[in-house]
């Protein structure tokens, strides 16, 4: 598994950088990146998330779109807010800012017609999972690349909730830990193990239609 680091990031070389993203995501379908935020914004999104549950704004997850949703707690357990990109606080529009850049570099090395992307707030709370299974829909093939950046503090292997991703014949574990963001191809399988503890990430995906037509 490719590794890089957000502490490598050089603004005045920013299309290098996201080019050798780019270059991974073609040859091994993802790319992980440590550090994508730091330990005080990773918190403060950490507190973000458990004021909106005190709030009952976090709402059961389900699988599938349109008329094929279902919530289906055998196949995944956890609870989203939908984040509205014009409406966050700094650190999420810190966040947000960083995956717009992205997603124009990422376009312009990949030619994948990124137009938008889609992202929310997500907590698996201790005893949950999702299931192996991918997010680009047949019926509705608009996520292009998936994303997800881990705010877990501190988080250990046996605390569980391991991102596998199932490319060919290799599966890859990811460990959820702070400040590390993966992106990958939208069409890989993929499936959260057991948590043991509440694990908190930002999720999204880039789509090649703006986010609200994805329903054509």
């Known amino acids: 598994m490719s590794i890089l680091t957000f502490a490598d990031y050089n603004e005045a070389l920013e299309e290098q950088w ?36 005190a709030e009952n704004e976090l709402r059961r997850a389900g699988i599938g779109k349109d008329f094929q949703f279902q919530k289906n707690l055998s196949q995944r357990g956890d609870f989203i807010a939908w984040i ?43 005893g949950t999972f999702y299931k192996r299974h991918a997010d680009r829909f047949h019926e509705n093939a608009h996520r292009v690349l998936s994303f997800v950046c881990y705010l877990n ?24 830990i702070e400040g590390r963001l993966i992106i990958f191809q939208s069409q890989l399988e993929h499936e959260v193990l057991l948590t043991t503890k509440s694990r908190y990430s930002i999720t999204g995906w880039m789509l090649d239609q703006l986010e609200g037509l994805t329903f054509l």
């Open 18 to 53: 996201w080019a050798r993203v780019a270059q991974l995501i073609s040859n091994e379908g993802f790319v992980v990146v440590d550090d994508f935020l730091n330990s005080e914004t990773a918190r403060l999104l950490r507190n973000e998330i458990d004021a909106k549950d």
């Open 84 to 126: 509205e990109k014009q409406e966050v606080s700094n650190e999420t529009e810190l966040f947000i800012n960083r995956m717009e850049t992205a997603m124009k570099l990422l376009n312009r090395n990949l030619f994948l017609g990124l137009k938008d992307f889609e992202t929310h707030f997500t907590h698996y709370p201790p």
């Open 153 to 176: 503090q501190g988080w250990l292997p046996e605390d569980g909730g391991q991102l596998l991703v199932y490319n060919n014949d290799e599966t890859t574990v990811v460990e959820p």
